[in-house]
């Protein structure tokens, strides 16, 4: 099995920075990829950043050039750092790894998520 538990959401105001980070323990062996995906209100979750076990990143539009990030792969941690938070970032942020297991299939470890919210 695999633990993912994520820390840092809190309250910001429009124009601040937060700093979020995932801890993942347990079976991490074929852990590929790790990331953050979020969701606001009444929305699907979509995909925020995503970051492989090379350092190949990839992030969603809305969101690059403000947030990044990074990896630790000595202690299985990612973060994100967020920085020019606008409103429209407000939502709990879910982090999320993936893991290659036998045949090829790849199964989703999920967080508890955090909650971000930006004050206008």
């Known amino acids: 099995q695999v633990q993912v538990v994520e820390s840092g959401g809190g309250l910001v105001q429009a124009g601040g920075s937060l700093r979020l980070s995932c801890a993942v323990s347990g079976s991490i062996f074929s852990i590929n990829a790790m990331g953050w995906y979020r969701q606001a209100p009444g929305k699907q979750r979509e995909l925020v950043a995503i970051i492989t076990s090379s350092g190949d990143t990839n992030y969603a539009d809305s969101v690059k050039g403000r947030l990044t990030i990074s990896r630790d792969n000595a202690k299985n941690t990612v973060f994100l750092q967020m920085n020019s938070l606008k409103p429209e970032d407000t939502a709990v942020y879910y982090c999320?790894?993936?893991?290659?297991?036998?045949?090829?299939?790849?199964?989703?470890?999920w967080g508890q998520g955090t909650q971000v919210t930006v004050s206008s």
């Open positions: 999320n790894a993936k893991r290659t297991v036998i045949g090829g299939m790849i199964v989703d470890y």
